[in-house]
């Protein structure tokens, strides 16, 4: 795979290297206002999700009440409503701080995070044992 020539290291290249993740923060931020504003405990605040009205605990059920949570600085409920979530978001975080830095600095430090197969086999292992693991009676604490 080719990667598209870096844009040079001037202040108009750097802006349109960082166009991208600050897009992506930009999004996030204003869900995360959007999710402090309009509380999803609430029945159907948001919606209904499809899974949830099956009974089925999906590995994204409880993640909008845990973002709401740990915009009121409180962790033990957000990690009651979605521990995996709780357990992601600083990681994904520092993720997109890096992707923030590598534009900034530009050239090969830019180029896409090659992710090894074996990490994205682990993450669907752990995604998978979490799902079930929510929806056994055993694991029902986990469940939102």
């Given at each position: 795979?080719?990667?598209?020539?870096?844009?040079?290291?001037?202040?108009?290249?750097?802006?349109?290297?960082?166009?991208?993740?600050?897009?992506?923060?930009?999004?996030?931020a204003l869900?995360?206002?959007?999710?402090?504003?309009?509380?999803?405990?609430?029945?159907?605040?948001?919606?209904?999700?499809?899974?949830?009205?099956?009974?089925?605990?999906?590995?994204?059920?409880?993640?909008?009440?845990?973002?709401?949570?740990?915009?009121?600085?409180?962790?033990?409920?957000?990690?009651?409503?979605?521990?995996?979530?709780?357990?992601?978001?600083?990681?994904?975080?520092?993720?997109?701080?890096?992707?923030?830095?590598?534009?900034?600095?530009?050239?090969?430090?830019?180029?896409?995070?090659?992710?090894?197969?074996?990490?994205?086999?682990?993450?669907?292992?752990?995604?998978?044992?979490?799902?079930?693991?929510?929806?056994?009676?055993?694991?029902a604490w986990?469940?939102?």
């Amino acid at each position: 795979m080719t990667l598209p020539a870096a844009a040079p290291l001037t202040e108009a290249g750097r802006l349109q290297r960082l166009a991208s993740p600050l897009a992506a923060g930009a999004l996030a931020a204003l869900g995360t206002v959007a999710l402090h504003v309009r509380d999803p405990h609430v029945s159907g605040s948001w919606g209904f999700c499809p899974t949830a009205l099956v009974g089925f605990s999906c590995p994204f059920c409880g993640s909008l009440r845990a973002v709401n949570d740990l915009t009121h600085l409180d962790l033990g409920a957000a990690a009651s409503s979605n521990l995996l979530f709780v357990v992601a978001a600083p990681v994904v975080v520092a993720l997109w701080l890096r992707r923030l830095v590598a534009c900034w600095r530009g050239g090969a430090a830019a180029a896409p995070l090659e992710v090894p197969r074996a990490l994205w086999i682990t993450f669907a292992v752990v995604l998978a044992a979490f799902t079930v693991a929510r929806n056994l009676p055993v694991g029902a604490w986990l469940a939102p």
